[in-house]
């Protein structure tokens, strides 16, 4: 169940969100809801590199036959002795060695030596992906792949090009500022996926001079206009392959904006499934895995 806070703030959400029920509605009629519903778990995963290749031992090198060469040439009429052992201790025996002109020890080869081969090193270990999933916030700048499992849309997400600038006070005379980003969405499946970014994308958390504020500050005209921003209100029908980039602005309370959260099935009214952004930069990792249909393999998601 979730908690009060997090009712109260996705009711929040659903106020905001009022414009694409009415979009819903048209899609429903027309069939074509299912393309707006993703029920997977959105997922990152950081691109690893190759493993590098396991030392092997150097192999065993084996010397030639070692060639021993003749002892103790015998003449004529020479005494040659030998030391021998008797039984109970070592004697000495001579003997008259008559035909002499031969080696008393002849020549003969040995085996090689053979080397011994250096230690095999331990193989350096198969790289463990690094995979961000919720409830952790994802970074912004970040490809975020969800869908393509139990939903059969399958779409990747990215938020960046964060700014936050001074704005006009509120009708009360408040201060608050002006925070823009950019929303980029592919459609890396083949079904459609219709979505509308000005009412499914929110700022939900707000560091206000160290007070952390949870709210709902959706995208709006006013902003965009206060930027010189061309306010984007459409709803989108991204084909596969398709990509958009939508850039919106929201007024916020004075301070800096430190969480962002896309509603991933706005037809959920409790516990939706939702990617949320933190304003930060991911210093663990960098760089896009492939997308799926070019190769890229995610782990499987647990259904929302």
Same mark, same amino acid.
């Given at each position: 169940?979730?908690?009060?806070?997090?009712?109260?703030?996705?009711?929040?959400?659903?106020?905001?969100?009022?414009?694409?029920?009415?979009?819903?509605?048209?899609?429903?009629?027309?069939?074509?809801?299912?393309?707006?519903?993703?029920?997977?778990?959105?997922?990152?995963?950081?691109?690893?590199?190759?493993?590098?290749?396991?030392?092997?031992?150097?192999?065993?090198?084996?010397?030639?036959?070692?060639?021993?060469?003749?002892?103790?040439?015998?003449?004529?009429?020479?005494?040659?002795?030998?030391?021998?052992?008797?039984?109970?201790?070592?004697?000495?025996?001579?003997?008259?060695?008559?035909?002499?002109?031969?080696?008393?020890? =002849?020549?003969? &080869?040995?085996?090689?030596? #053979?080397?011994?081969?250096? !230690? *095999?090193? +331990?193989?350096? %270990?198969?790289?463990?992906?690094?995979?961000?999933?919720?409830?952790?916030?994802?970074?912004?700048?970040?490809?975020?792949?969800?869908?393509?499992?139990?939903?059969?849309?399958?779409?990747?997400?990215?938020?960046?090009?964060?700014?936050?600038?001074?704005?006009?006070?509120?009708?009360?005379?408040?201060?608050?500022?002006?925070?823009?980003?950019?929303?980029?969405?592919?459609?890396?499946?083949?079904?459609?996926?219709?979505?509308?970014?000005?009412?499914?994308?929110?700022?939900?958390?707000?560091?206000?001079?160290?007070?952390?504020?949870?709210?709902?500050?959706?995208?709006?005209?006013?902003?965009?206009?206060?930027?010189?921003?061309?306010?984007?209100?459409?709803?989108?029908?991204?084909?596969?392959?398709?990509?958009?980039?939508?850039?919106?602005?929201?007024?916020? =309370?004075?301070? &800096?904006?430190?969480?962002? #959260?896309?509603?991933?099935? !706005? *037809?959920? +009214?409790?516990? %939706?499934?939702?990617?949320?952004?933190?304003?930060?930069?991911?210093?663990?990792?960098?760089?896009?895995?492939?997308?799926?249909?070019?190769?890229?393999?995610?782990?499987?998601?647990?259904?929302?």
């Amino acid at each position: 169940m979730p908690s009060t806070r997090r009712t109260m703030l996705l009711r929040s959400i659903y106020v905001l969100a009022s414009p694409v029920f009415m979009f819903l509605a048209v899609l429903a009629c027309s069939g074509q809801l299912a393309n707006m519903q993703i029920n997977d778990e959105p997922v990152y995963v950081c691109p690893t590199s190759t493993p590098r290749p396991t030392h092997t031992p150097v192999p065993t090198d084996t010397q030639p036959d070692v060639y021993i060469p003749p002892s103790g040439w015998v003449t004529d009429y020479e005494e040659v002795c030998t030391t021998v052992w008797n039984g109970y201790a070592y004697v000495e025996q001579c003997e008259w060695v008559e035909d002499g002109g031969h080696w008393m020890n =002849p020549g003969y &080869t040995v085996p090689g030596a #053979t080397s011994t081969p250096r !230690p *095999t090193h +331990t193989p350096y %270990p198969t790289p463990t992906p690094y995979v961000i999933r919720p409830p952790e916030d994802f970074y912004a700048g970040d490809a975020v792949f969800t869908g393509g499992w139990s939903s059969a849309v399958n779409a990747r997400f990215r938020l960046d090009n964060i700014t936050v600038v001074a704005a006009t006070p509120d009708e009360d005379g408040s201060p608050r500022r002006i925070v823009t980003w950019t929303l980029e969405v592919k459609n890396v499946g083949d079904t459609p996926y219709e979505f509308f970014p000005a009412a499914q994308v929110f700022v939900t958390r707000v560091n206000a001079g160290g007070v952390i504020e949870d709210g709902v500050w959706g995208a709006s005209e006013a902003a965009a206009d206060e930027m010189g921003l061309l306010f984007d209100y459409a709803a989108y029908s991204l084909g596969a392959g398709e990509t958009v980039i939508v850039e919106l602005a929201a007024y916020i =309370p004075a301070g &800096t904006p430190e969480q962002f #959260t896309y509603l991933l099935d !706005p *037809t959920q +009214t409790s516990d %939706p499934n939702t990617i949320t952004w933190t304003d930060e930069t991911n210093t663990d990792c960098m760089g896009d895995v492939l997308d799926p249909g070019a190769g890229g393999v995610l782990p499987t998601p647990e259904n929302h």
